[in-house]
């Protein structure tokens, strides 16, 4: 197999979800070349430099106020060009980002085969999350390969025609990534940002209890975000016993909104710029409650063990709800005020959750496409 495989990264969760099947591949040998568009630079630099992996290729498309439009339009421009000029075996795209979407619809349109990693997501919501729901699902439509987390992502694409033969239940490489990290960390090979590890020693001396709290998604941006940031202040004002730690999103709409509430002038709460990959998973391990927004993390913390409150109608991550360890509150105010009610009155015993997978997703992905494509 001469041709190389091509593994498209957009944002940092691509990143952390795709290096690890980009290690495996090139430990079976496989023609691979890594393309990271660029869009979210910094974020995306970060995970890379902390696993030394540099890109093949970068197509730089980040500008300011970029939107949905112009990331489609320049990934799919740029594509098309390296494909014409590496001629790939597959194209690899992970998840459900606008640049996998487009990506996959470039590799498509030159007739590639696509290969689509953390399939068999849904909401059955197209416009929640937005954009992802419709672009997992133009994904899906085109791929070739389909690599699935769980049973129940499996059964999704069997129910919407995909050939069972075409579907492989592999695990969720976020857990790759994340035992990874965490063996890391405890090795001390990753160092901890101090002013986070001082905040962290200093509220377990202090026996305060610690929460972590993100939101990023875009259809919060309205009053959906707002309305949970002024729930958070309220709730953080009354339990100066309880910290939070609130890493802000560097989307302009976020900052300002968390400037509008307050919660920045709070002595119980610590606002940050968001924290490297490796600072996140230092969190995720000792904070005592998570409220978030994120897909990604919702795998993660299920996997070390801790409670969530999801700041979302809908997840297509409903393994953490089956399991009892995530409470769906929307952005509704008295839920959100109900569900810390509820963890802050109760002790209950929370445990590891393991239906993301045993952390060999990479390897497996990289032995089916070895086998699939050599005798293709």
């Known amino acids: 197999m001469s041709k190389p495989i091509v593994i498209i990264i957009g944002t940092r969760p691509d990143a952390i979800k795709l290096v690890p099947v980009y290690k495996a591949l090139k430990k079976e040998n496989i023609p691979v070349l890594l393309c990271a568009t660029n869009q979210h630079r910094e974020l995306l630099d970060q995970v890379l430099e902390m696993f030394d992996v540099q890109p093949d290729v970068c197509l730089n498309i980040m500008k300011e106020n970029q939107d949905l439009g112009y990331i489609t339009t320049a990934v799919l421009t740029k594509t098309q060009a390296l ?19 487009a990506a996959a619809l470039s590799a498509f349109y030159e007739n590639i085969p ?15 999350p937005f954009p992802e729901e ?13 690599f699935a987390a769980t049973a129940h992502n499996v059964a999704t694409l069997l129910h919407e025609d995909v050939a069972a033969d075409k579907i492989f239940c592999v695990g969720n ?3 790759d990534t994340l035992n990874q990290t965490c063996a890391k960390l405890r090795d001390e090979q990753l160092t901890v940002t101090p002013t986070l590890k001082e905040l962290v020693t200093d509220c377990k001396q202090n026996n305060k209890r610690m929460v972590l709290f993100t939101m990023h998604r875009r259809e919060s941006f309205k009053a959906g975000a707002r309305q949970v940031l002024d729930t958070i202040v309220q709730y953080a004002q009354h339990h100066p016993d309880l ?22 002038n709070l002595a119980n709460v610590f606002c940050t710029t968001p924290v490297m990959y490796s600072d996140l998973i230092y969190l995720l391990e000792a904070v005592d409650l998570i409220i978030t927004d ?47 009610h509820t963890w802050y009155t109760n002790q209950f015993d929370y445990a590891p959750r393991f239906v993301y997978g045993d952390g060999k997703a990479a390897e497996r992905i990289a032995i089916i496409m070895n086998r699939y494509f050599s005798s293709t």
């Open 294 to 340: 994120s897909g990604g993390i919702q795998e993660e913390a299920v996997t070390l063990g801790k409670p969530m409150i999801i700041i979302r109608e809908v997840t297509e991550r409903v393994e953490v709800i089956w399991e009892g360890m995530a409470t769906l509150v929307g952005t509704d105010p008295e839920a959100i005020r109900n569900a810390l």
């Open 173 to 175: 490489t976020v857990i």
């Open 134 to 146: 419709a672009n997992r699902l133009f994904i899906s439509r085109i791929s070739t390969l389909h």
């Open 114 to 128: 696509i290969a689509h990693v953390e399939a068999g997501l849904r909401t059955h919501n197209i416009y929640a």
């Open 83 to 101: 494909y014409a000029q590496v001629n790939p075996r597959a194209v690899m795209v992970q998840g459900d980002t606008t640049s996998s979407f």
């Open 243 to 264: 910290f939070f730690i609130f890493p802000v999103h560097p989307n302009p709409h976020i900052r300002d909104l968390a400037g509008q509430s307050g919660i920045t």
